[in-house]
């Protein structure tokens, strides 16, 4: 069954009349029989929080803190992983330039990354408008991301590269890696001509060059949200296929490559280059688990965790935190646990 057809209406619905037929336990929630919709949603790592886009995670002052889409930039924070509550989102007022580039805007953006670069959190989020490639990604830096720290406060560091109608490229969906070497690198993109690559400046966490040319390291038809990881002598692209925001309907999957440089090439388990349309299949719609989309990786001691979110088909496909392990095949290759 293709899950992103429209019967996924039809599923979603029917789940809906099996709870309701096989009531529920006492915290409100569906049985987790052996092969229920929410016992396989238990097995992909579903948490309790409504997210979209969620960034990587990272960790400050013993907790766990991730930030998605959302007005002034949603922010969540964590002790175990497990359960997850609201922390205070990032912009309280949103920084004066934002409608100067993008007119249209009012403060809801998209699809953030953060990273712990020395003493400083680096978070970078986009600035756009559905459908349209009059975009930014912008920095803000803090010191902290413990809101009951005195030294606790964004500071916006503005545009680090945007785009315009008559660009190739989509300036949304910053993903940024530090390397071994300590470079600093941004993949970025959607649509259009794909996934490019930018160089920042460690030290102020904006782009290194702006006459240095981008690079294009993906590309397909329907293709957005990278994430690049290091993984031994092998740095990882992540990237969605399909179309995201349908709820029931999305058809995003997760696809991957591998270059021993972070400039690629990027190539899939068959060699086909991602900016040549490869990609291997690393996760998708499983049942009520539709459109899983912006994968990270997240290194905690010996394991790995792949975070996303994805359409709960439960919950007419309200977007979800999912945190699953993953492992690494005998010839290096990234795989979801089951």
């Known amino acids: 069954m293709h899950w992103e057809s ?24 569906e049985p987790s029989a052996p092969d229920s919709p929410t016992a396989l949603l238990q097995q992909r790592g579903k948490r309790e929080i409504s997210v979209h886009d969620p960034s990587s995670i990272v960790n400050c002052d013993g907790e766990y ?30 920084p004066a330039w934002v409608t100067d580039v993008v007119p249209d805007q009012r403060g ?13 959190y680096l978070l970078y ?14 920095l803000a830096t803090n010191s902290t991301l413990n809101p009951d720290d005195p030294a606790y406060r964004w500071t916006d560091e503005g545009i680090v590269i945007q785009s315009n109608r008559g660009d190739n490229f989509n300036a949304i969906d910053p993903a940024v890696i530090r390397t071994d070497a300590g470079e600093l690198w941004m993949s970025f993109g959607s649509f259009w001509s794909g996934i490019q690559l ?19 390291i993906a590309s397909d038809r329907e293709i957005e949200a990278p994430h690049i990881y290091q993984h031994g002598d092998w740095y990882y692209l992540f990237v969605n296929w399909g179309k995201c925001c349908r709820g029931v309907d999305s058809t995003y999957n997760i696809r991957v490559g591998r270059s021993r440089k972070i400039t690629g090439p990027y190539l899939d388990k068959a060699g086909v280059d991602l900016a040549a349309g490869g990609g291997t299949l690393l996760l998708q719609s499983d049942g009520p688990f ?12 010996d394991r790995y965790l792949l975070s996303c979110h994805f359409y709960d088909g439960t919950r007419r496909g309200r977007s979800m935190l999912s945190i699953q392990e993953l492992i690494w095949t005998d010839d290096g290759w990234p795989e979801v646990k089951r």
């Open 198 to 216: 930018i160089q920042l400046d460690p030290q102020t966490g904006l782009r290194m060059n702006a006459d240095e040319p981008i690079r294009k």
């Open 6 to 29: 429209l019967t996924l209406r039809n599923y979603a619905l029917m789940l809906l009349a099996v709870a309701v037929l096989s009531g529920a336990n006492g915290d409100g929630q």
């Open 290 to 301: 539709i459109g899983p989309g912006h994968a990270n990786v997240l290194r905690e001691g």
């Open 108 to 120: 809801h953006f998209w699809a953030p990354d953060v990273i712990r670069l020395g003493d400083r």
């Open 65 to 94: 803190w991730c930030f998605s889409t959302g007005n002034g930039v949603s922010a969540w924070r964590s002790t175990d992983l497990q359960t997850w509550k609201r922390g205070p989102r990032v912009f309280a007022e949103m």
């Open 125 to 138: 989020y986009s600035v756009s408008s559905f459908g349209k490639n009059t975009s930014a990604i912008a």
